[in-house]
């Protein structure tokens, strides 16, 4: 790899290096600079281990590759990314601080993992670079604030695209009690709080970074052209949404959305949180245990199959869709229905479906019941959002506990039939005792510590749940399966 590499203005502080930084936020920053419309670099803070040579090797360059489909097409589309700048380890206080007095430095871009956004009291605010990701940054934040001697206008915007709900405000609150645990506190704290922005985000992209598959990497080098040892593969699909209580600041620092990337700024981001948790994740948990059971392994396959695509189009567009109705734009929620199929389509990516069946109860309570409680509010029994309920309880049923675990059987012809469920010893312990009672469902169902309520009150549930439990059981997930089709389209 050898290119020419603008110079441009620090402006970005990232806490991290992994490959959905690299794959889709980076990317995203690196074409807002190709287009005009934004003029930054980024420097990345990294936290643990070694820095890898090929950063230093390739001049902090590497390349993106976006492949899957977008709109009826293939997209199999290359680009080398020029935006980082410098990489530091915050163990190296000096060149780590250093920045915190960087006139151009605008905002601060993290993905530290769910698990990176925590508080820990005993945490050193002055001693050493703190272990934890908010007392670095509030670290980071003290020395910019004394640097500028607490100017107002050098404040920095946060993006942190962890995934956990309320990101900003959850890590705003951590960052300000550390605040006050420094020895001019109370004013440190008055100036993040009147000086920095935190914003709560929601990011949508599957990045799978290097390829697994060494003949695969061959032939994407073959196809480049020359060889990267930081390749980053990624899905062409991506959404960031950004809410902020200052939005026209937000987008100031970070115009991303005036170069046409899929990027939005708003005041509320519950109903795109909403239509993601609902349309794809809902989508994925109704269908992936029925399809598991019925012999499939990877979720391209499915979108197929006689059976099961003509199941998940009646999920999402019959019985999820018209539930969110009125919170979003009807051709937007339509759009992203259409965009969520075409990349269960991705012909790059094999994404298995035992995979995504782990901890599926809880999976369940949060992207699959509040639609079912929906459709039934509006006077209709969503038949194959209810279908995935029996389905799952098949799943979890069919499992003992072995040395090895908790350990399913399914019934499919020339493998290992077996198959490893996973998820919380609450879940394991209740189909470990129940699961081959001949009312499991039943008592499943009423489990309010699973479902934060009894199931058996929805009016039709049960009954129904029970039917497509038995159908299962007596004729097979499939010619179940299509029997909910058949009455969720008829209602």
Not at 74 to 88: F, G, R
Not at 118 to 146: M, N, Q, W
């Amino acid at each position: 790899m050898n290119i020419n590499k603008p110079t441009r203005p620090t402006k970005i502080l990232q806490f991290g290096q992994g490959n959905f930084l690299r794959g889709f936020c980076d990317t995203l920053i690196d074409a807002a600079n190709e287009a005009g419309v934004y003029n930054g670099g980024i420097v990345v803070v990294q936290s643990v281990g070694q820095t890898n040579p090929a950063y230093a090797a390739q001049n902090n360059c590497y390349t993106t590759l976006l492949r899957g489909k977008e709109n009826g097409d293939v997209i199999n589309t290359p680009h080398i990314i020029t935006s980082l700048q410098d990489i530091v380890h915050a163990d190296n206080a000096e060149a780590f601080l250093s920045y915190a007095a960087c006139p151009t430095l605008e905002a601060v871009l993290s993905n530290t993992t769910e698990a990176g956004i925590v508080y820990d009291g005993t945490d050193s605010l002055t001693a050493g670079i703190p272990r934890t990701f908010p007392g670095k940054l509030t670290r980071f934040l003290h020395e910019r604030y004394c640097a500028f001697h607490g100017d107002p206008t050098r404040g920095l915007v946060i993006f942190p695209t962890e995934l956990i709900e309320h990101n900003g405000r959850v890590l705003r609150d951590y960052v300000l009690r550390h605040a006050h645990r420094m020895a001019d506190g109370d004013a440190f704290a008055a100036w993040i709080d009147g000086s920095c922005l935190f914003c709560d985000t929601l990011v949508d992209r599957i990045v799978t970074g290097y390829p697994k598959n060494p003949e695969d990497a061959e032939r994407i080098f073959a196809q480049l052209g020359y060889t990267d040892a930081l390749l980053t593969v990624a899905e062409p699909f991506g959404l960031w949404v950004i809410e902020a209580r200052d939005t026209a600041r937000a987008e100031a620092v970070l115009p991303l959305d005036r170069a046409g990337l899929p990027v939005v700024f708003t005041d509320d981001l519950t109903p795109y949180r909403e239509r993601k948790v609902r349309i794809l994740n809902g989508a994925h948990t109704s269908f992936v245990p029925a399809a598991f059971l019925a012999g499939e392994d990877i979720v391209r396959d499915c979108m197929f199959h006689h059976v099961i695509r003509p199941f998940i189009d009646t999920c999402i567009y019959h019985e999820i869709l018209p539930t969110l109705e009125g919170r979003l734009d009807t051709d937007d929620l339509r759009a992203f229905a259409n965009a969520v199929c075409e990349r269960f389509e991705n012909p790059f990516i094999d994404h298995a479906l035992i995979s995504i069946c782990l901890n599926s109860v809880s999976k369940w309570r949060a992207r699959v019941l509040p639609s079912v409680l929906d459709s039934v509010k509006n006077g209709i029994l969503p038949h194959c959002l209810i279908f995935s309920f029996a389905a799952l309880c098949h799943f979890y049923a069919a499992g003992r506990m072995t040395d090895d675990g908790f350990v399913g059987t399914r019934a499919v012809d020339g493998r290992d039939p077996r198959y490893t469920v996973s998820d919380s010893a609450e879940v394991l312990a209740f189909f470990a005792e129940h699961g081959h009672a001949d009312n499991v469902l039943a008592r499943f169902a009423a489990c309010t510590e699973f479902w934060g309520m009894d199931l058996t009150s929805i009016p039709g549930f049960a009954e129904a749940a029970q039917m497509y439990f038995d159908a299962i059981a007596d004729r097979g997930v499939l010619p179940a399966m299509r029997d909910a089709i058949h009455t969720s389209r008829r209602v």
